[in-house]
């Protein structure tokens, strides 16, 4: 059975960059392009892998870690933030909010889903 990920993403190129390169790597994408509805779906399919963008429209990724963590997903799931914003102070912001680590934008192809792996593998030790 495919991984489940969840994308938490409001630029639509960076969706579909994501998506393709998860897609290609074998993985079952689930979109979402607001925190509202990302929260809904991380309830709803309980995914493996959730990766969300720092800055969106209705909410930070920061506040929606925060809240996957104290409400809606099991505690094996690894969260990764993924943002442009890489400000002195996010890497640990993101960590103190409960993700399991961090990918700076420009998302870079070749190595994307090698890092995402080595998170969650991480993770699971």
Do not use: W
């Not at 630029?11 to 979402?32: D, R």
């Not at 102070?89 to 070749?110: C, Q, R, T």
Request: negative net charge.
């Amino acid at each position: 059975m495919k991984t489940n990920i969840l994308i938490i993403e409001d630029n639509e190129q960076n969706m579909y960059m994501l998506s393709y390169l998860l897609v290609k790597s074998g993985y079952h994408v689930i979109q979402a392009f607001n925190g509202v509805d990302g929260l809904k779906l991380a309830h709803d399919h309980k995914p493996e892998i959730i990766l969300i963008d720092i800055q969106l429209p209705d909410m930070d990724g920061y506040e929606i870690c925060i809240k996957l963590r104290h409400n809606s997903i099991p505690k094996n799931t690894t969260i990764i933030t993924v943002t442009s914003y890489a400000m002195g102070g996010d890497k640990e912001k993101s960590l103190e909010a409960g993700a399991n680590g961090y990918i700076e934008k420009p998302i870079d192809p070749e190595t994307f889903v090698a890092k995402m792996e080595r998170i969650h593998q991480t993770k699971e030790k």
